[in-house]
């Protein structure tokens, strides 16, 4: 797997870019208009500057001359590897996939997705790969977070797995967890219903923010308190990825709370818009 495609450049696309490239691969990462294709690169080269300054990677340039930024999915045709990181919509990603079985054109080549929630079920059937198609969900931040969670569907093959194990082990150094194609997977369905409790404390008035996350950091060693990893994940994802869990297992504690549904509708997306529960330079 030495060609890889990423759709999708925001906060994981990149990162998961970023982290093939560092691996040495060939990476094409598309994106849906001129705009966003050069917010993916100006996220790219300020995490590739950042790591060069860690002395994580050698050069951040030679890293970024492996991965090009296209906004044609057709540009995918010769990937190995494609791994879809767009908004998390299955109406959007099930169409995405439809399109990328036309144009991948490997018969063995294997359509991933980095969704935290949608069923990869719901992917894989509107391809004519089904065996082929599974979820390679990361970790935010990409480059720094060492763990995937594996998501075959009943339809992906054995052989589909022990090939995106290898490429998550043995390529990128990092660690696979496998679990079953339900919402939400080991981590978010244990992390979602803890973040969304914070969520229901600050609304209630129960505690402020910072005492609600200096709780989790100073009385159970977390390293960051739920709400700043709200703001860190987005809050848009972590009220979809509820609702997935929600409808998904009808338990109130997936319920996204009213204050997370406001501040999504008001633009208030955490870091990556620069307010959330705290606000961002
Ligand atoms: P984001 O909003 O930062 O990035 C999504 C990107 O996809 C945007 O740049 C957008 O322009 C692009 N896009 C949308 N539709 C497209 C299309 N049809 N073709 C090409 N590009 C398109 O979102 P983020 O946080 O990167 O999430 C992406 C996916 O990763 C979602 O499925 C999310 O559930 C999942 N995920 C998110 C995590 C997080 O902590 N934010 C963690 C793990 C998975």
Redesign the pocket.
């Known amino acids: 797997m030495e060609r890889v495609g990423v759709?999708?450049?925001?906060?994981?696309?990149?990162?998961i870019a970023e982290v093939c490239a560092r691996a040495g691969l060939d990476v094409i990462a598309?994106?849906?208009?001129p705009a966003?294709a050069e917010?993916?690169r100006r996220r790219l080269e300020a995490s590739l500057a950042r790591a060069e300054r860690k002395g994580k990677v050698a050069s951040a340039a030679e890293v970024l001359e492996r991965i090009r930024i296209s906004e044609s999915?057709n540009d995918l045709a010769d990937r190995s590897l494609v791994i879809?990181?767009?908004?998390?919509n299955e109406r959007?990603?099930a169409?995405?996939f439809a399109a990328l079985d036309e144009i991948v054109s490997a018969p063995d080549a294997i359509l991933a997705?980095?969704?935290?929630?949608?069923p990869i079920m719901k992917l894989g059937t509107v391809t004519h790969r089904p065996a082929q198609v599974l979820g390679i969900?990361?970790?935010?931040p990409v480059p720094v977070l060492p763990l995937v969670e594996l998501v075959p569907s009943l339809l992906t093959a054995e052989e589909t797995v022990g090939r995106a194990r290898a490429f998550a082990q043995d390529v990128l150094g990092k660690h696979a967890i496998r679990c079953q194609d339900r919402a939400g997977f080991v981590v978010n369905a244990l992390l979602i219903p803890f973040i969304l409790a914070a969520i229901r404390m600050l609304e209630s008035g129960f505690a402020t923010r910072e005492d609600i996350d200096e709780g989790l950091v100073r009385g159970a060693a977390h390293p960051q308190g739920p709400l700043a990893l709200a703001d860190?994940?987005?809050l848009?994802?972590t009220k979809?990825?509820a609702e997935s869990l929600y409808e998904e297992f009808k338990e109130p504690l997936y319920a996204p709370p009213p204050l997370l549904a406001r501040m999504v509708e008001g633009g208030l997306l955490g870091r990556?818009s620069g307010r959330g529960f705290y606000t961002y330079s």
Do not use: P, R, W, Y
Request: charged residues 15%.
């Open positions: 759709v999708g450049c925001g906060q994981m696309g990149a990162g598309v994106e849906s208009s966003a917010a993916g999915l879809e990181a767009i908004v998390e959007v990603k169409e995405l997705s980095n969704t935290s929630s949608i969900h990361f970790f935010n860190l994940i987005g848009d994802t979809a990825v990556k």
